[in-house]
Every structure is written in structure tokens, then in C-alpha cells.
């Protein structure tokens, strides 16, 4: 085909007259329903009776309508997104919480944009300014380790936003969580309990990660009281991987003095330990105990099946998404910011060597 017949093909196409493009008011009118109803349908249809909302999707199905997204966000300065700002794609736990908070703010009209920083909050601070620029109304943050000018950012732009996966003690921002530092000094209590006395401890890099010093602290702070204490040589730092989790335990295997119990301050580092101590015929819990945090499917599906700490996962993203929506909608919501934790007790844990069987 020559390029002139494509000219005039795509002459002859253009000069179609367009079909008229369908508006709330045809919605409104199709579905006998005023027009304000048409856009509670679409934004918050938790509030309609099931008969009025199914007409009025019968209606937008029927004449092929969508709603300008554009002119909705001129119309109400808002462009009803919400941004999710995490550290990693690569760990379970935050996919799982954001899809909780995807969960919930959906059927309220509002669509959630993601973002990882890779633990660099300098680029979380660029990545905020740029969601800010594209007009992003709202954002969750994981930690209380972040930039000193995001928050000006933030109130610059009076962009509402709650830290989630732990607790902002100096009350400055919101913040939905629990404890860690507690849920491991409770995890090395209880290993303390069945009699062990050397520690290891298999940590996500502290840089940007409050949540691992907090996990670390708590192991330490165990130890402290019952005058134990943890030696250098015994503490590994590896990234959130399954091979880095292997290394890291490989290492504490080779130790002279290696210790009876390791405590992991999450379930992927403790799962690669595990299978360190499997290559190397070492027996969990008989020859060393492994424990881990956030009780992924991951650790509770190994052999032996992983103790660990119970987590909120999927209520900090709820919480999270109620608090967003309530700040952006200007009503009232019951602001819960420190959740429980739990110690889930598997086959990986059991009495020091030289407790016996007691």
C-alpha cells in the first residue's frame, strides 16, 4: 500500500463525525437517578442500597460511560490517588500490606500509586516531591527513619500521610504499628527461658531501617538483664535475602564458640539460616535454634517450620487506608497507632544442648 492511499484512509476515517461522548447526566437520566446519586455510585458506593447502585452500573455499562478523571480533579483539586512509598518490592510483607490498603480505598474512588526507595531516603524524599508534582493527595511511609525535609515537603503542600511498621514516640507524626524492639526481647526471652546462653543475631542492614535497630536493640536488651551479652563476632548483617541469610548463619557456624540459638529480625534471613544449617547437617533445634519475625508462609512451610513473631500486616494497611481517606474526606476516624504482636512457637526452637530435655 502506497503512502498516499494511507494518507487518504486516514483522511477518510477522520472525517467521520465522532459519536457524541456519553456524560454523568446520560447516566443519571438512563438510570432514573439524580446525578449526584450517579457520582456516590462511582466514588463511595458503600453508601447506596444494592438496587439503586445496580442500576446505575447497569447504566454505565449500557452506554459504555467513563468518568473524566481529569475534570473530576479540576473540579475538586484532588486527583483521588494515594501514594505507597515502601523500601523493597522484594519482601512479601510490604506487597501484602499496600494490597490491604489497595483493598480499602478502591471501593472509596481513590487508586493507589506505589513506589519502593531501596532503602535510600534521599530517594524517597525525590520520589515524594515527584508523586507531589503529578498531584498524589495522600501517602504511606514505612519507619520513622526518614529525610527531615520530607516532612516540610509534606506540610508545604498539605499532603496528609501516616507512618506505618512502627511507632513515632515523639508524637510528631501519626503512625500505625507495634513495638519491635519488644517483639524480639520477648522472642530472646523466651530462648533465654529454655536455657540458652549464646546468642546470634542475623539483622537487615541498619542504614534507613529503624526496624532492624529496634529488632537488634531488643535482642540486646534481653540479654542485658539477665546478664548475658552478645558478642561481635556473633552478630551478621545481610540484606532481605534467602543467600544472604545462608552466608550470614554460614559464618556463625564456623565459629569456635558458635552459639545455640540465632535470632533473625525477619522470617527470609532465618529461612536462608535454616537451609545453611540443613547443607551443613547441623540439627534445628537439637544443635541450634533459628527464629525469625513477621510469621511469613514462608517460614511457617519450612522443615522445621519457623518460630517466629505474628505481625499486624494486613491491619497497618487497613488502619492505614482508614486514616488516609478519613484526613482527606475531613471526618472523624478512631486513630489506633500501636497494634499487638505475637510469638507463634513452630519446631524450630527448643532447649539449649546443655538444657537437656527439659
Not at 486527583?79 to 510490604?94: E, K, M, N, Q, R
Not at 490498603?101 to 531516603?121: F, M
Not at 488516609?324 to 499487638?340: C, M, N, S
Amino acid at each position: 500500500m502506497t503512502a498516499s492511499a494511507l494518507k487518504t484512509r486516514s483522511r477518510s476515517r477522520s472525517d467521520k463525525p465522532n459519536r457524541p461522548a456519553t456524560v454523568l447526566k446520560d447516566v443519571a437520566r438512563l438510570a432514573g437517578v439524580s446525578s449526584a446519586t450517579v457520582s456516590r455510585a462511582l466514588n463511595a458506593p458503600n453508601l447506596l442500597d444494592v438496587a439503586t447502585l445496580t442500576r446505575v452500573q447497569d447504566a454505565v455499562r449500557k452506554l459504555r460511560y467513563v468518568p473524566n478523571g481529569q475534570a473530576r480533579a479540576l473540579r475538586s483539586q484532588r486527583s483521588f490517588t494515594i501514594g505507597a512509598i515502601v523500601p523493597s518490592f522484594d519482601y512479601a510483607l510490604y506487597a501484602r500490606a499496600t494490597s490491604s490498603l489497595e483493598r480499602e480505598i478502591e471501593p472509596r474512588g481513590y487508586a493507589l500509586i506505589l513506589a519502593s526507595n531501596h532503602y535510600d531516603l534521599k530517594t524517597e524524599l525525590r520520589l515524594t516531591r515527584a508523586l507531589i508534582e503529578r498531584g498524589v493527595d495522600a501517602f504511606m511511609f514505612v519507619g520513622s527513619d526518614h529525610d527531615p525535609e520530607l516532612f516540610v515537603l509534606l506540610k508545604e503542600f498539605g499532603r496528609p500521610y501516616v507512618l506505618t511498621w512502627g511507632i513515632d514516640r515523639s508524637g510528631q507524626h501519626p503512625s500505625i504499628g507495634f513495638d519491635s524492639q519488644a517483639a524480639t526481647r520477648t522472642m530472646t526471652e523466651h530462648l533465654i527461658r529454655l536455657g540458652h546462653r549464646e546468642f546470634g543475631l542475623i539483622s537487615a542492614p541498619h542504614e534507613g531501617n529503624d526496624r532492624a535497630r529496634e529488632r537488634s536493640a531488643g535482642v540486646r536488651e534481653a540479654l542485658r538483664a539477665h546478664g548475658l551479652d552478645l558478642k561481635d563476632s556473633h552478630v551478621q548483617y545481610a540484606p532481605i535475602a534467602l543467600s544472604a541469610g545462608t552466608l550470614a548463619m554460614e559464618k556463625l557456624l564456623a565459629l569456635r564458640d558458635r552459639p545455640t540459638a540465632v535470632v533473625a529480625t525477619n522470617d527470609v534471613v532465618a529461612v536462608g539460616a535454616l537451609m545453611a544449617c540443613r547443607k551443613a547437617g547441623v540439627g534445628v533445634p537439637g544443635e541450634i535454634s533459628i527464629t525469625g519475625v513477621d510469621n511469613t508462609d514462608l517460614g511457617a512451610t519450612q522443615t522445621p517450620a519457623l518460630t517466629s513473631i505474628q505481625t499486624p500486616i494486613m491491619e497497618v494497611g487497613r488502619l492505614a487506608a482508614n486514616y488516609l481517606t478519613a484526613r482527606l474526606e475531613g471526618t472523624d476516624v478512631e486513630f489506633q497507632g500501636e497494634l499487638p504482636f505475637e510469638i507463634v512457637l513452630r519446631d524450630s526452637t527448643g532447649p539449649a544442648p546443655s538444657a537437656g530435655s527439659a
